[in-house]
């Protein structure tokens, strides 16, 4: 899932770059807020925790075996911001010494597995007050929006993907999603035995704050899905349209209906590409603000 | 381990070892730019931009053929698509990610391989990136291999001493996990007690100060300037 440097075109890269850098911005002054200067091993370890969590293999049936991702367990564990904040010195590091994800790319793996998988993961969990399927669901939606918005990228960049292979990737993934949540599920299990309460009990107030934050992360996704205009007419009308079904099923829930109506008509889909554009600009001036705000409460 | 690898080659004592982080940072990003940017057809431009990080990695004293090696690591990934593109009828493409993603990759290495981790993440800073996120980068690089060594020894042990069928196996894995976090979180608690003795204020000092010199600008301007008027010579 991690997207090398080479496959993004310009305008995918430069854009997820210019949301994913004042997003980490804001993020990083978030946890910082909650998280003082004294917590910050805590979260590098927590990052390592995450690399070595990655060597425990999982046996997923048939003889092959899987691994935890972690983005959703970070979220549980440590709040959406220092999440994101892990997530992003974890790909950070896998793109300068692993070369797992280019360093231009890093925009749009960061966009996708640090800002929008942890919060479409957290969101579940918040949402379910933390129960055990609020767990499975964060795992699930924490990877398959990550993984979706990844094949949306590359897709719009222009990298050919025959729909046979868009099958199979999206089916694969689908699996590794529902995986995910079950390890999710699992890890946070064991965890609770061995340290109860760990699990940050989502607290209220913050949630119209979050469901906000995930609309416009939905709503900018879908929005490239179907701003992009690509020059292979027919055919890509056609990828498109199965794309965008398979999207509407995936993301479910409150945003169903705007999505089976956009697929069919174009007046709408550039309005609603256009509202992506709006909230995702609303964000970041909220971002901004709320950045000033608390520097000038520092200051003071 | 494939870092170690690159942590011993960013040791080294030459002239682009000695540079200023952000003046490579800045040259690794204008060649990232100008190589993702290449279109199928600048082949002349990505073999000069070939040899310039090949002329750069001997100048830098470092070991060409295993650092081409290293890069090479992203192609068998960047094949499957050159075949999907095969198939669709535009073998050009495809050969353009695979070299792109190449190039893209030998730069990314060089970066590292001139550029020790501590100066790295110092360049970043004065870059402008958040203080709090290079910090949790530093404690990351510098527990990852501990955690990493833990989470092999918990692997082995089950898998010498553990039962065999799958839902026990799913169990331990997740139990195993589990521990690892525990381990994790004890360890960070106890780090973070021997920073505040050591007087820890959210600030990792530096040994020695690191100042952006007139060979830093040269370093910059001689490798940048042809890169871009390469780039601009493509169109």
Known sequence: MHIPDGYLSARVWGATGAISAPAVVFLARRAQAKFDHHRVPLMGVMGAFVFAAQMINFPAGNGTSSHLVGAALLACLLGPAAASIVMTAILATQALLFQDGGLLALGANIFNMAIAGVFAGYLPFLLLKGSRAGLFLAGFCSLMTAAVLALAELWISGVAMPPAMLTISLAWFLISALIEGALTMAVAAALERIQPGCLKRPASGRRAWLVAGLVAVVLASCGWLIASERPDGLQSVALRAGIADRVTSLFAAPFGDYQASFVSNPALSRTLAGLAGLAVIYVLCIAISRALASGKREGA | ?235
Request: glycine fraction near 6%; hydrophobic fraction near 55%; charged fraction near 15%.
């Open chain 2, 1 to 235: 381990m494939r870092h170690a690898r690159l942590e011993l080659w960013s040791r080294g004592d030459t002239f682009a070892h000695r540079r200023h982080p952000a003046a490579k940072i800045a040259v690794a990003l204008v060649f990232l730019i100008c190589i993702a940017t290449l279109k199928p057809g600048d082949w002349l431009v990505g073999a000069c931009y070939f040899a310039v990080l090949c002329l750069l990695t001997l100048a830098a004293r470092l070991p060409l053929r295993r650092i081409l090696l290293a890069a090479a690591v992203v192609l068998p990934f960047a094949t499957i698509f050159a075949l999907f593109s095969l198939l669709a009828g535009a073998p050009e493409r495809g050969l353009a990610i695979m070299g792109r993603a190449w190039l893209s990759a030998l730069a990314t290495i060089l970066l590292m391989a001139t550029t020790s981790q501590p100066d790295l993440l110092a360049g970043l800073e004065s870059a402008r990136a958040p203080r709090f996120l290079i910090q949790v980068m530093q404690f990351l690089y510098r527990y990852l291999l501990v955690l990493i060594q833990e989470g092999a020894a918990m692997r082995d042990a089950a898998a010498s001493r553990a039962g065999k069928s799958p839902m026990l196996e799913f169990r331990r894995a997740a139990g195993a996990a589990g521990v690892l976090f525990a381990r994790s979180w004890t360890r960070a608690n106890a780090i973070h007690q021997a920073m505040t003795a050591r007087g820890f204020t959210g600030h990792i000092p530096r040994f020695h100060t690191l100042t952006f010199t007139a060979p830093d600008l040269y370093l910059f301007t001689a490798v940048a300037l042809p890169v871009i008027a390469l780039r601009l010579l493509a169109r």
